[in-house]
């Protein structure tokens, strides 16, 4: 499966609708996001049951600043909705095979349960990146 290119009017049904979403956020001036896109793509083609997502975050500010991105390349992975991993930097192709095996590996009933535990801390505290990506999904969906 190829890479996607991922925009503000789709952010938030590709997360919701799918199972597993990779996303990376990038610049075509970034030197270590030049350097990661091949991995990307190779990863996408071993990997049909993983979504993976482009953002250019030059074309697409404001959707990196609602996900609270500072530093780029900046990978994240959703599973079943929420995000379960945030890192910038490169990754070289065997760490980003063993994320996406632990990804995979994740009990959805067990992240749905512990974002939700999270979601009520948060109520109390100030928002933070994972909100701003929760809180753009919803937006993106309407809820």
Do not use: Y
Request: proline content about 3%; overall charge negative.
């Amino acid at each position: 499966m190829a890479t996607k290119d991922l925009t503000l009017e789709e952010f938030g049904s590709t997360v919701a609708e799918n199972d597993t979403v990779l996303v990376d956020f990038w610049a075509g001036w970034c030197g270590p996001c030049r350097q990661f896109a091949p991995v990307f793509e190779a990863a996408s083609e071993k990997h049909d049951d993983v979504v993976f997502a482009k953002v250019d975050t030059e074309d697409q500010q404001q959707l990196a600043a609602m996900a609270g991105i500072t530093s780029i390349p900046t990978l994240m992975a959703f599973r079943g909705g929420v995000l379960v991993f945030s890192q910038a930097g490169a990754l070289p192709g065997t760490a980003l095979e063993q994320l996406l095996e632990q990804v995979k590996g994740l009990d959805i009933a067990e992240v749905h349960r512990l974002a939700e535990e999270q979601q009520g801390q948060q109520d109390e505290a100030e928002p933070g990146q994972d909100e701003a990506v929760q809180s753009t999904a919803d937006d993106v969906n309407g809820r």
